[in-house]
């Protein structure tokens, strides 16, 4: 028997998944749906009356824009022709899965994306991204204190960048680093 013949276990692990996806999706709307039910659906109601959509609209248009500047940065470290996209929806899945975020270096599960390469690029990307976090909460700090209290916050949010930009600039030097 050839070795193509024997399928991987990350294969039948996919067959699974997509066999069992419709029950999955069954599964998790009777959950939104029992749990709107246990709240009660005229106080949910209510509360979706009084909901400014704009808001909404907005979060939807942040979310969908750094989910496509994270799979962008995913082909950037992959290059063309390296099924970027599906290393990115895994890394992020993993990522929301499990504590401290470990699930973003699910990718290195498969063989495919095994290597140091793509390992640096996680780590470099977990570093870009916490920096990035940090930054914002410190404007985030900065616009309710005023900006009487935000000299020392806005120090700190120079300094953050700065150490940022010192980083990357050190791993970019590095031979075979992806940026």
């Known amino acids: 028997m050839s070795e193509q013949a024997i399928p991987s276990k990350f294969a039948r692990l996919t067959r699974l998944g997509k066999s069992h996806a419709r029950y999955l999706w069954i599964a ?14 005229e106080d949910v109601g209510s509360a979706l009356r ?7 609209a907005a979060l939807m ?8 500047i994270r799979a962008w940065k995913w082909r950037i470290a992959l290059g063309p022709n390296q099924q970027s996209l599906r290393a990115c929806f895994i890394s992020k899945a993993g990522g929301n899965l499990t504590p401290a ?3 973003e270096f699910s990718p290195l599960l498969l063989e495919e994306h095994r290597s140091a390469r793509v ?3 996680i780590l470099l990307d977990r570093v870009l991204e916490a920096s990035a976090t940090i930054v914002i909460g410190l404007i985030g700090l900065i616009a309710i204190l005023g900006l009487a209290g935000g000299g020392t916050l806005t120090a700190s949010a120079l300094a953050i960048l700065a ?3 010192f980083t990357t600039y050190l791993f970019s030097n590095q031979p075979g680093f992806p940026i």
């Open 101 to 103: 975020r470990l699930g």
């Open 50 to 56: 009084t909901l400014d959509y704009r808001y909404i």
């Open 119 to 121: 390992g640096a690029w």
């Open 61 to 68: 248009l942040i979310e969908a824009s750094a989910l496509a």
């Open 28 to 41: 998790g709307l009777l959950l939104y749906l029992g749990i709107i039910a246990y709240i009660g659906f």
């Open 163 to 165: 150490a940022l930009g």
